[in-house]
């Protein structure tokens, strides 16, 4: 069985959503006064998305995108890229890219397919107007 969209095309890409938090305050993402985060318990567990990935793979899936908020302040997100990674052929993840040095050597190990930086600037000034958080 594969799923298919009213127009008769293969879905075969899924997106999941890992958590609503993140490292940085931005001001397009966040109000200066912060948001009331989503709790744990509402947020799909891992070992429910493991579950599910079979599923969706079975279903025609084959690209999985992990993004937040920021994926990597989830606690213990290597054990689900890891996962995951034996699962779909390719698994992305979109990231600010602040935590990366920390995972570089796991995206390596499981030889992920592709990562989405997002970049707002590269001058630092701009960047902790954007942010309000200095990258350094």
Do not use: W
């Amino acid at each position: 069985m594969e799923l298919v969209d009213t127009f008769g095309r293969k879905i075969e890409y899924l997106r999941i959503g890992v958590t609503d938090r993140c490292n940085l305050r931005c001001r397009y993402c966040m109000p200066e006064e912060g948001i009331d985060f989503s709790k744990r318990s509402d947020l799909l567990s891992y070992e429910e998305i493991i579950q599910l990935a079979p599923i969706f793979r079975s279903l025609g899936i084959e690209k999985v995108r992990i993004t937040g908020g920021e994926p990597f302040v989830r606690k213990d997100i290597n054990l689900l890229l890891t996962q995951l990674s034996r699962i779909f052929p390719f698994l992305h993840i979109t990231t600010n890219a602040t935590l990366l040095s920390k995972n570089i050597g796991l995206l390596k190990e499981i030889k992920i397919g592709g990562l989405n930086i997002s970049l707002d600037t590269l001058d630092r000034n701009s960047f902790q107007m954007i942010t309000r958080r200095d990258g350094n």
